[in-house]
């Protein structure tokens, strides 16, 4: 049974980072592309970072977007999510997701059509 949990999702004060896990089971993780998304309430689901074997082996090391990074841990079979300088419009629930298609994850950004298998997802909330 294929399964993504996540979890690290809190209530934080703004500035302040957070580190995002998911965990992953029950399909081979270097055969899938892992994303994260996330959506606040009354906003359409917006996609952050990516990670894939492919990717890994073009860009490798942890990848940066702005004030995110995502890493990742293969012998863990585990994805992480840093999140640096939060600021209260980052309050949304996170998740992850696992896609098959070489097109779920191009250049580290997530398109979320190509993505199968998704997690319950992790509040984070951003507020003084």
């Known amino acids: 049974e294929v399964q993504l949990v996540e979890s690290g999702g809190a209530l934080v004060q703004p500035g302040g980072s957070l580190r995002l896990s998911c965990a992953a089971s029950g399909f081979t993780f270097d055969d899938y592309a892992i994303g994260w998304f996330r959506q606040a309430p009354g906003k359409e689901r917006e996609g952050i970072l990516c990670?894939?074997?492919?990717?890994?082996?073009?860009y490798p090391g942890d990848s940066v977007k702005g004030r995110f990074t995502i890493s990742s841990d293969s012998a863990k079979n585990t994805v992480y999510l840093q999140i640096d300088s939060l600021r209260p419009e980052d309050t949304a629930s996170y998740y992850c997701?696992?896609?098959?298609?070489?097109?779920?994850?191009?250049?580290?950004?997530?398109?979320?059509?190509?993505?199968?298998?998704w997690g319950q997802g992790t509040q984070v909330t951003v507020s003084s």
């Open positions: 990670t894939s074997r492919r990717d890994r082996d073009t």
């Open positions: 997701a696992a896609g098959w298609s070489t097109n779920a994850c191009i250049a580290r950004m997530p398109d979320p059509n190509w993505y199968t298998f």
